[in-house]
Antibody, heavy 121, light 110 residues
Framework: QVQLVQSGSELKKPGASVKVSCKAS????????MNWVRQAPGQGLEWMGW????????TYAQGFTGRFVFSLDTSVNTAYLQITSLKAEDTAVYYCARVNIAAATTELDYWGQGTLVTVSS | QSALSQPRSVSGSPGQSVTISCTGT?????????VSWYQQHPGKAPKLMIY???KRPSGVPDRFSGSKSGNTASLTISGLQAEDEADYYCCSYAGSYTFVFGTGTKVTVL
C-alpha cells in the first residue's frame, strides 16, 4: 500500500538548519511529484511548493524561496525538505504529499504523517 | 498568491447538511476545474475528500459533494455525522504548476 513516512520531530536553535525526509513506498516514485505543505501551530495549510521526481526540478511558492530547498534521492525513493537559517516563525508541522504528474492530476492524494519542527533558543 | 477565503466555522446537528464556501479569484478557482477539498482531524494529516471540483476518491462517503460557480467552490456534507467534525480546507490549482489553499473551516457537529 502507498505510504509516505516522514522523519521524526526536530528541536533546533535559531540560525541552525534542519532536513526533513519523506520516504515513499508502494508506488512508482517517479510517477508522482512531491509537494511540501506547512502548518504553523493553530494555523491553516500553506502550500510551499513541489519537486518533480523525474527531473529534480523544484517549484517554490512565494515566501518559500531562498532558505527552503527541496531535493531527492531516487535510489531510496525519498524526498527532502531543508530549511536553513531557521527562525522562530518556522516552527510548524511540515507535510509531504504526492501528486500524480504522470497523469497530470492536481489532487494531493496521499500525505505523510507530518514532521514537527520547533525552533527555540 | 493570497489564500482562498473560507468561513471560519460552520455547524449543524446530526443528519443536517452544511455547506462550506471557498472563494478565490479568476486566476485560480475561476480559471480551473481543479479544486480539491481536504479533511483534517486534530493532530492528523489531511485527507483528500473531493478532487476536480466534484469527484470523490474511492472510500469517501457519498454524503460529501463538491461544486463550483464562478470564483467560488463549495463542499456540502449531507447527513452530518459526529465523525465529520474536523477542519476542512479547499485547494485550487493557480497556474504555472502552483497551488493555493483556503483559510480553513472548522465544522462542528452540535
Amino acid at each position: 500500500q502507498v505510504q509516505l513516512v516522514q522523519s521524526g520531530s526536530e528541536l533546533k536553535k535559531p540560525g541552525a538548519s534542519v532536513k526533513v525526509s519523506c520516504k515513499a513506498s508502494g508506488y512508482t516514485f517517479t510517477n508522482y511529484a512531491m509537494n511540501w505543505v506547512r502548518q504553523a501551530p493553530g494555523q491553516g495549510l500553506e502550500w510551499m511548493g513541489w519537486i518533480n521526481t523525474n527531473t529534480g526540478n523544484p517549484t517554490y511558492a512565494q515566501g518559500f524561496t531562498g532558505r527552503f530547498v527541496f531535493s531527492l534521492d531516487t535510489s531510496v525513493n525519498t524526498a527532502y525538505l531543508q530549511i536553513t537559517s531557521l527562525k522562530a516563525e518556522d516552527t510548524a508541522v511540515y507535510y509531504c504529499a504526492r501528486v500524480n504528474i504522470a497523469a497530470a492530476t492536481t489532487e494531493l492524494d496521499y500525505w505523510g504523517q507530518g514532521t514537527l519542527v520547533t525552533v527555540s533558543s | 498568491q493570497s489564500a482562498l477565503s473560507q468561513p471560519r466555522s460552520v455547524s449543524g446537528s446530526p443528519g443536517q447538511s452544511v455547506t462550506i464556501s471557498c472563494t478565490g479569484t479568476s486566476s485560480d478557482v475561476g480559471s480551473y476545474n481543479y479544486v480539491s477539498w481536504y479533511q483534517q482531524h486534530p493532530g492528523k494529516a489531511p485527507k483528500l475528500m473531493i478532487y476536480d471540483v466534484s469527484k470523490r476518491p474511492s472510500g469517501v462517503p457519498d454524503r460529501f459533494s463538491g461544486s463550483k460557480s464562478g470564483n467560488t467552490a463549495s463542499l456540502t456534507i449531507s447527513g452530518l455525522q459526529a465523525e465529520d467534525e474536523a477542519d476542512y480546507y479547499c485547494c485550487s490549482y493557480a497556474g504555472s504548476y502552483t497551488f493555493v489553499f483556503g483559510t480553513g473551516t472548522k465544522v462542528t457537529v452540535l
